[in-house]
């Protein structure tokens, strides 16, 4: 396994394997990497002749400047697990390698980037869509994988790159985009980075985020949605510790708000919770159909 620093070396070594007939995998990190992410280099690995995998904790996204600061930055350990499982090359830029100057552009896919997260984080999506746009194009991947934790990132993903394809970018065109299931440790709560900032008695009430996910299905058999959403935000809000920011229930591609069961094909359940004093904000999403 390699490790890349530069965008200039990043370019040569892919448009290389390109010229080989080689295919490539890419698959976006911010580090701290947990099994979540080890289960998309998997992926990646089995499905392309070499994997890019990207650590790079993004300035642009975090609206929150503690939140940047207090991001866990663990990439000795983040290489050694990469090069366990077969990653091919890690390229870990500075700042400055990714923005040599402030990113101006400007991105907007509504309602998929103005809801939920992108109403309670202003200018977090634009921020993932200029560096996930800047990946993909030093890399040009047949394939990138994303963590469906992230449901709505992958909704605004999918439309950022539906645009670039209809400018006619032959990054876009080339590329599929692979969503990947979340994966949980055995008492339910979704693998995240931000877990490692939870305190012992923070972590041994985050799993009532997915206990109450899971019954607010069953319960939807029988009731209309809002009473589904109310009943999982009063099933967490009674754990003390934890409070709801939002939950929504939304039709799984455009993202909006459903009030009907079957006035969406896929309907999903979107979950951000406050943990702790501090508090961890941990994110969680449940499928209803
Ligand atoms: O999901 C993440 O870790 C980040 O948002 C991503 C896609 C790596 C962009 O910084």
Redesign the pocket.
Known sequence: MEIINSVEKLKSTVSALRKDNKTVGLV???GALHQGHASLVERSVKENDATVVSV?V?PT?FNDKKDLEVYPRTLEADCRLLESIGATYVFAPSVDEVYPEPDTRSFSYPPTDTVMEGAFRPGHFNG?CQ??SKLFMFVEPDRAY?GEK?FQ?IAVINAMVADYRQQKAAWAERLTICPCPIVREADGLALSSRNTLLAPEERAIAPAIFRALSESVAYSKSHTVAETKQYAINAINAVDGLEVQYYDIVNASTLASVSLWDEAEHVQGCITVFCGAKPIRLIDNINYK
């Open positions: 976006p990190t911010m790079f993004n996204q993932v560096i996930v994303f992230d990132q």
